[in-house]
């Protein structure tokens, strides 16, 4: 099932890690015309843009839509969403990162579309072992078998809400 | 618990798998039942609190 709306979603902020500012960021769907920087990014967006199973949205901030700050790869799974892939530009990894939030952003876009598709806000996804006590402290997101996490609809309406304020179910 | 604080402490990464037919039938069944549980709850939540009106109105 591919996700049925393009929209520009108005998100929080991302905050400079330098200087504090905060910018107004936008989530949008990306398209096969998108272009992508194959050296700033570790997976191959091109190739997960193509397949039609999956819907790629990229953030940037509401005064440089140009430069992509993450990306994130969603299935509508039908009675949840399911979080294929995420990651931050180059620029917004490691300890040195110039950009916070960036992640929170996705995520929180992610459990947002779930509530949208009446799926409670439910949104899973495959966690590496060593970050499973990192994502269940910092999203609450709960282990399912050995490595399936997801995030429950308390804890989904929570970063929804954080991130996006005029979201109303 | 969530910590929007800790969140940027490490670099979030997902394993790019697909599960099995047998593995999404599995947790796509626990969502069915957790929320068939939930909505039993609501539902006798409303029918106590329908039940205590009529015998108020009755008193």
Same mark, same amino acid.
């Given at each position: 099932?591919?996700?049925?709306?393009?929209?520009?979603?108005?998100?929080?902020?991302?905050?400079?890690?330098?200087?504090?500012?905060?910018?107004?960021?936008?989530?949008?769907?990306? $398209?096969?015309?998108?272009?992508?920087?194959?050296?700033?990014?570790? &997976?191959?967006?091109?190739?997960?843009?193509?397949?039609?199973?999956?819907?790629? @949205?990229?953030?940037?901030?509401?005064?440089?839509?140009?430069?992509?700050?993450?990306?994130?790869?969603?299935?509508?799974?039908?009675?949840?969403?399911?979080?294929?892939?995420?990651?931050?530009?180059?620029?917004?990894?490691?300890?040195?990162?110039?950009?916070?939030?960036?992640?929170?952003?996705?995520?929180?876009?992610?459990?947002?579309?779930? &509530?949208?598709?009446?799926?409670?806000?439910?949104?899973?996804?495959?966690?590496?072992?060593?970050?499973?006590?990192?994502?269940?402290? $910092?999203?609450?997101?709960?282990? #399912?078998?050995?490595? !399936?996490?997801?995030?429950? $609809?308390?804890?989904?309406?929570?970063? %929804?809400?954080?991130? #996006?304020?005029?979201?109303?179910? | 618990?969530?910590? @929007?604080?800790?969140?940027?402490?490490?670099? &979030?990464?997902?394993?790019?798998?697909? @599960?099995?037919?047998?593995?999404? !039938?599995?947790?796509?069944? &626990?969502?069915?039942?957790?929320?068939?549980?939930?909505?039993?709850?609501?539902?006798?939540? !409303?029918?106590?609190?329908?039940?205590?009106?009529?015998?108020? %109105? !009755?008193?």
């Amino acid at each position: 099932m591919e996700l049925d709306f393009e929209v520009d979603q108005i998100t929080n902020s991302i905050e400079n890690v330098i200087s504090g500012e905060v910018f107004e960021t936008l989530v949008s769907l990306a $398209t096969k015309e998108q272009i992508i920087e194959k050296t700033d990014w570790v &997976f191959d967006w091109k190739s997960e843009i193509r397949d039609e199973t999956k819907s790629v @949205f990229f953030l940037t901030t509401e005064n440089d839509p140009i430069t992509i700050h993450g990306m994130i790869s969603l299935i509508d799974k039908g009675d949840h969403i399911f979080m294929n892939l995420i990651e931050s530009a180059k620029s917004n990894k490691g300890k040195n990162k110039l950009y916070k939030g960036v992640a929170g952003n996705l995520v929180a876009f992610a459990c947002k579309t779930s &509530f949208e598709k009446g799926y409670d806000g439910i949104v899973s996804f495959i966690a590496k072992i060593q970050l499973i006590e990192h994502y269940s402290d $910092t999203l609450g997101a709960k282990l #399912f078998g050995k490595t !399936r996490m997801y995030i429950d $609809t308390e804890e989904s309406y929570t970063l %929804t809400m954080n991130y #996006f304020k005029n979201f109303d179910i | 618990m969530i910590n @929007f604080e800790k969140m940027d402490d490490k670099d &979030f990464v997902f394993i790019n798998e697909s @599960f099995n037919e047998k593995e999404e !039938r599995v947790f796509s069944n &626990f969502l069915k039942e957790r929320k068939a549980e939930k909505l039993k709850i609501v539902d006798s939540k !409303r029918i106590s609190k329908q039940h205590a009106q009529t015998v108020n %109105t !009755r008193i």
